[in-house]
Structure formats: structure tokens, C-alpha cells
């Protein structure tokens, strides 16, 4: 089966089909049915038939969901004996209870007859076997099976029901259509489910299958009565006998995307237990679903034409049902809502909050149900059930937000369902094309929502047997050229590693960088590799609608001092509701909060890993960050020199911000030094910017230090903010980086991984983490600014090629011992299947749990 959104709703194009199949022949049945039948026997049939009706109901609401959520998890043989057994016995005792109470009120429906009684108690218990057997297809995901049932059980019914009415059995061979039509879906569905079946009272000590027979129960139960209870109200206190018939069957009309939603609900929920996809991922689709489908319908409805409607409603009954349809269809419609929304409150287990929302909107139609009808009659109650059921979705609605974020919300696509029906306005007084071009746009609609794909994001779920986990690779710029940051660097050689994991990230707009196929780039529009607040804001915005459906979300940031932001952060679905790790590439500030939440923090020196065990954080690793070795490579200097610009000489270079201490200062003195041994020594800056004022002062300072110091124009290269890095790493012979502290750059700067991969020796400072650089080669010198041996390492690079060749060398060396992309990402491979591993076995463990109560 094809997992995620798309599979759940191709599940519910069967069973909506199924249903249609069985509601039109179940519609000419009923036709059929008041010429076969006196009119007497077929007030005795309607009444058996509404007591059979309230069976089914109940008998769906109880034994089925339960057993499909159990069988949907693939529980181990044990668990699934017990959960069988429970149904089972359940199905039983409510069966014969049912047939008991059936059988009595039969006979006194049919004035005595015992042969009704005993059918319509043989048809009561059969509609219970029946939806159990359903609902373990239900939860083997059987679903094009469970369709085929469905429709053939109508199908047997009309048939027997018909020839035994012809063969002069009257209202009980009706009733026995009904009991046939039962017993078939049993014996097609039982067996397998039978072969479980455990002696033994095991099961009646498992508290999880009672608590979820209860949660489940209690919202299905709560459903039906929200639905229903405008008719029992009307039924008790209308005065207005005529007007209730005709809201009545406005409500019937009004109706048909409850059907609907039940078919989705079905596959939904089987999907969600099952694991197939979240929540998070398959609401807003089939809520989107059942909006569209919902609009057509109810449009339909409302601008029924009179002269269709007398075609099966008496000539009585139109003009009051056109009155009040407008509130009616919009009723029906949320009452849809309420049905499909309350699944994933059932798949999830948030049966409370649920039962709350339904509790409140019961208790609000009962109370505005009385008062309207007191006061306006029939319409005062349609005013009242409009209320209660836009009550209770509002509250459903919220209640998802909250817990699984905006990306529950439906998309826009649904709305053009909205501008397809607004012909049926203007083809009111034609009611032959108007019932063409309805049913011709109820199929389109129907076909595209429930069988087109229409959103490549909505196939998105866990990954079964092969498939790769999917990873949400967060960072605070976007993943795209320059390669400015430390975050998108690291997120680059993640994405080019061939680690079997699908990476989603935020890229530059129009970025054209080779990606492979199973990546998917987020292109948002940025004015640099550093975003602006108001691009920080966009990408907060973009993460908090994103309904991917991923394993885990991997952060990585530089954090600032900000508390707000921290909350904001964890307060977003993507980041709360998925296993989060986070690596820091900058110890300077760290949110204990948010890292204590994550189920790994990742460091890429010992120096915040220290820092981190020290604050309390137990699941703390250290990953080396690395470059990638085959594009950074030894290269001569000339070429690079010619393409830069630049004059064949010897270069140092100095990478960084004009940032107080940044180490600039540094970089012009030792150049200034040096140049009194060698004139033609030349300083490239690559000074990434800032905004704000200092940045300014602190680039006027450093030029007037560079004009103190006696470095003209020709002896310092500002290459710009964008500057070609690799290149400027090639035509010099060392890189300085000196800083009084490293800020919040990368503890290990990239730009000094970068220098190592192209063999090219660093001059650092002792600070930070700076000094873990080190391994005892002429390829990493730490010292103090203006140390001697800084002069004397650089001076050894620029007059002997031997010293250059060697620390060359050793550079390299140490780039491929330490500072591998391919290590980096094999480390980041294994910690997500650890991570992935322990998030399995607990949720195993749950599951085990709730199976042994």
C-alpha cells in the first residue's frame, strides 16, 4: 500500500464509492419498497428498519474502532489475540442484548407477530457480527475488500429482500434482507479474524482496551447525539407538525458530506494509528477534502429547483424544505466537520478534549433547541443546530491548532470548488441542465479530491521497509551560495552526503545548485546569506505552516541572548512535535531550556561540550565539522592569484567581521612586521558585514590603522563581503586569525577547516575553542596576538618553500585525519539511527504497555 496522505485518500475513494453504490439502491429499495408493501406493512418496516438503524450505530461506535486501532499497529500475536478475544465477546454480549431489546419492540411494532420479533432479533445481532468483522478488515487495511462487502451486503439485501416480499413473507422477509445482508459481510470477513480468536478471560484485565473502548465510545456516541439531537428535540416539543416533517427532510438532504466524512474518517483513522502518516500531515489535506466536496454538495442542496425536488418529495414538502435548506446545508456541512474532525482526536488518543468540544456544543443546542423552538418554531431550532455545530468545529478546529499547529488548516486549492458551483445559481430555473452540470461537477470534484494527487507534499509519511527517514535540516540561513555561515555549511555537506537520509531545508529563490532527488529545497527569497529580521520572520512563518511529515527535526544555530526567541522557537509544531537534535557550532550563548528539551545536543569542540556537561545536559556528543576533501584541495597559488586579480606575490589572508577583537588588528601588525623583511607581502580581507553602526566604525578604525602602520592601498586587498573564499584560500600562503575571542562565529571557524583542506597553514590565537585546532604540526601555530612566534612561524612560510611544502602537507594531513565531510556525516547517519531507534523503542514500549494495561 502507498503510505501517507495519498494512500488514506484513495482508501476513502472506495469507501465513498462503496457508500454511494449502497445509498442509491438502498434509495430505491425504499422506493420500491411502498409499491410492494401495504401501507400498514410498511409502517411496520420503517419502525423495525429505524430500530435496526440505532443498532448499527451503536454497534459501530464500540467493538469495530477498537479492534481496527489495535490491528492497525501491528501489535505482537499476544496483544492481537487479546484485542480479537475482547471484540469478540464484546460483540457478542452486545449483540444478544441488542436482540433481546429489538425482538420485544419488533412485536409490539408489528402487533404481536412473533416471526417479525425473531427476525428482526436475528437481523440486530448479525448487524454487530457484522460491523466487528468490518472493522477488522478495517484494521488489516483491507480497504478495497471492506468496500466490495459493504456494497454487496446492500446488494444481497435488496435482492433477498425482494424475493421474499415477492414469495408473500412481507415486512419479516424484508427484515430478513437485512439479517442475510449482515450474515454475508460475516462470513466473508470473520474467518481470518476467528482464527485468533483465544479461550480464556485474559483480555478482560488489559485496562488499555477498556480505556479505548471507553475514549472511543464516548466520541462517536458524542457525535451521533450532536447530529441527531435537533431531531429528537423537534420530535418532542415541535408544535408545528408539517414544518418539523419538512425540516426533517431538509436535514436528510442536507446530509450526504456527513457520509462523506464518515468514509474518511474510516481510512484516516486506520492510517493515523497505523502510522502511515500524522496527523500533522493529513489533516489539513483531508480537511481540505471534505471542504470541497462539501461545497459542491451543499450549493446543490441549496439551489435544489423546485421542479427536481417534486420529483421524490411530496407536493407538499417543497416549499417548506426550500426555506429552510440555507440553514440546514451549512449545518450538515459542519456537522461533516465535527464527524472527520473528531478522528484524529480518536487516532491520537485525545479522547478528552474531544468529548469537551461535543459537550459543549450538545449542551448548546439543547438549550438554544428549547429556546428556538419556543420562540420561532421550526426555524428558532434550525437557527439553534446551525449554532451548536459551528460551536463545536471552531472548538475542534482550535483545539488542533493547538496541538498540532497551523499546518492542520486546510490549503486555499479547496475555494475553487466555490467558483465551479456558482453556475448552479444561475441554472436554478433550467432544472435539467442544472442536474446535469450538478452531477457531472459532484463526480469531477469527487474524482480529483479523492483520487488525483494534487499536492507532491501531501505523500509524505513514515518511511516503511527501505524507505529513508525523512529529516528537517533547520538552520539560520538558507542552504545556498555564498555558503555564508557556519549553519548552511554544515547543512551543505550534510545535504551532498550520500547518508540514505531525505534532508528538507530552506534554500535561496532561484538557486539552481545540482540537488539530489530524494532532497526537497524550500526556496524563500533572502537579500544576503544573513537574513534580515524581516527574512527571519518569513522563515518562522514558513516553518510554522509546514505540514511535512518527518522522523526528526535537526537545528542547527548560533543562538542569541534572547528568551523570546527560545520560546518562540520551541512553541512552533515542527520543532514540538517531532524528536529534535540540535548542534551548536558556537558555545558563546547557550539556551539550556531548548537544549534540554532536544534528544541530542551536538558540539563541534570539546570546549562547549565541556561547557554543556557542565550546565546539567546528559546527551551531549562532539562532532568534528568537516569540508568536503575532493573540492578542497591543494591548489597552486598562481592561478588563483590571476583570477582574483591580483599580482603574482605572496599573500596572507584574513577572513572574518570588523568586529571589536575580531582579530584584524591583529592581521594588519603582524603584516606590517613582516613587510620590513618582505616588501612585496601582501593582506587580503575577506570581512563578511553587519548591520548596524559599530560594523562602520569598526571598518573606519581598522583603516586607519592600516595608514598608521604604513600598509598603502597595494598592500591590503579588501575582496568584499562576497568574497570568493576558496579562491583567496588558494593564493595565499597562510590564513591569520587572531581574536581576542571568537564571538559567534563557529568555535572552529570554517574558513580555517577550509585553509587545512587546501593545505595551507593557520596562525591562531589561544582563546575559545581556537587551540583544539592543534596537533603538534607546522600546520597550526597558536599564539598571542603580537607573539614573536607568530612573526617567526609566518616569516618561515613566506622565505623558504621547503617550510611552505612541509606545513602544506602537514595541513592536508590534518584536514583528512579530522575534518572530513564524509565523517561528519556518517557521525550525523549514526546519531539519527539512534535517535530514530530509541524514539522506536519507546513507543514500542507505550504500546506494550498500554497492550498489558
Known sequence: ??????????????????????????????????????????????????????????????????????????PPPAARRDAISFAVFLTLAQGLLAALLVGALAAAIGHGSLLLAAVAASAAFSIFAATTSAGYLQGRQRFARLAVL?????????????????????????????????????????????????????????????????????????????????????????????????????????????YLASSLSVAVFTGLVSRKSRTSAAMGPMVGILIASTIVVGVSVATLPLPVARVFLPHSYPSTVESLVPYTAPAGALAALTNLGTTFFQAEGRFSAACMALAVGILALSVGGVAGLSLLGVRGLAYAALGAQLLTAILLLGLAVRYWGLAVLPRPWPLAASVAALPLFVLRPLPAVWAAYSCVLCLAVGWQTLFRRHD???????????????????????????????????????????????????????DTTRLA??????????????????????????????????????????????????????????????????????????????????????????????????????RVRRIAPGVDLKTFRPQPAAEAQRRLGLEPRPYLLFAGHHDPGGGLDAALRLTGELRADFPGLG?????????????????????????????????????????????????????????????RKMDLPMVLLEALAFGRPIIVSPVDALPELADGSPAVTVCEPGDRAALEAAGRLLDSEAAFDQGSAAARRLAECRYSATAMADAYSQLYAQVLGREAAASAARELAEAVG
Open 456 to 510: 507532491a507534499g501531501d505523500d509524505q509519511a513514515l518511511p516503511q521497509g527501505g524507505r529513508s527517514p525523512r529529516v528537517y535540516l533547520l538552520t539560520v540561513g538558507p542552504i545556498s551560495p555564498p555558503w555564508n555561515g557556519a549553519d548552511t555549511n554544515l547543512g551543505r555537506a550534510l545535504v551532498n552526503a550520500e547518508i540514505g537520509v531525505s534532508f528538507t531545508f530552506l534554500g535561496q529563490l532561484g
Open 683 to 743: 593582506l587580503l580581507t575577506a570581512m563578511r558585514s553587519r548591520p548596524g553602526r559599530e560594523h562602520a566604525r569598526e571598518r573606519e578604525r581598522a583603516r586607519a590603522l592600516a595608514a598608521d602602520l604604513g600598509l598603502e592601498a597595494g598592500s591590503v586587498f579588501d575582496l568584499g563581503p562576497f568574497a570568493d573564499i576558496p579562491r583567496a584560500l588558494q593564493a595565499c600562503r597562510a590564513v591569520l586569525f587572531q581574536p581576542l575571542r571568537v564571538g
Open 1 to 74: 500500500m502507498v503510505p501517507g496522505v495519498v494512500a488514506i485518500r484513495r482508501n476513502a475513494g472506495w469507501l465513498t464509492i462503496s457508500a454511494l453504490i449502497g445509498g442509491g439502491l438502498n434509495f430505491l429499495y425504499a422506493l420500491g419498497l411502498t409499491w410492494l408493501l401495504p401501507v400498514r406493512d410498511y409502517a411496520a418496516f420503517a419502525g423495525t428498519q429505524a430500530l435496526l438503524v440505532v443498532c448499527g450505530t451503536a454497534a459501530a461506535a464500540s467493538a469495530p474502532w477498537m479492534l481496527s486501532q489495535r490491528l492497525a499497529r501491528n
Open 150 to 258: 459493504l456494497a454487496g451486503e446492500v446488494g444481497v439485501k435488496v435482492v433477498s429482500g425482494v424475493l421474499l416480499v415477492l414469495a408473500g413473507a412481507g415486512v419479516a422477509g424484508v427484515v430478513a434482507g437485512i439479517a442475510l445482508g449482515a450474515v454475508a459481510v460475516t462470513l466473508a470477513a470473520a474467518p481470518p479474524m476467528l482464527r485468533d480468536l483465544e479461550a480464556g478471560v485474559r483480555w478482560l484485565r488489559d485496562r488499555g482496551l477498556w480505556r479505548l473502548l471507553l475514549g472511543l465510545s464516548g466520541v462517536q456516541v458524542g457525535v451521533v447525539v450532536l447530529c441527531n439531537l435537533d431531531l429528537v428535540l423537534g420530535s418532542l416539543l415541535a408544535r408545528d407538525s408539517a414544518g418539523f416533517a419538512g425540516y426533517q427532510v431538509a436535514v436528510v438532504l442536507s446530509r450526504v458530506p456527513f
Open 517 to 618: 532527488p530524494e532532497h526537497r529545497r524550500i526556496e524563500l527569497s533572502f537579500a544576503t546569506g544573513i537574513p534580515t529580521p524581516r527574512e527571519q520572520l518569513r522563515i518562522l512563518g514558513r516553518i510554522a505552516v509546514e505540514h511535512g511529515d518527518y522522523e526528526l527535526v535537526h537545528m542547527i544555530a548560533t543562538f542569541g541572548r534572547s528568551r523570546l526567541r527560545e520560546e518562540l522557537l520551541w512553541a512552533l509544531p515542527l520543532i514540538r512535535n517531532h524528536p529534535l537534535v540540535v548542534t551548536c557550532p558556537n558555545g558563546d550563548y547557550l539556551p539550556q531550556g531548548l537544549l534540554g528539551r532536544a534528544r541530542e545536543v551536538v558540539t563541534v569542540s570539546a570546549h562547549t561540550e565541556q561547557r554543556l556537561r557542565g550546565l546539567g545536559l546528559e
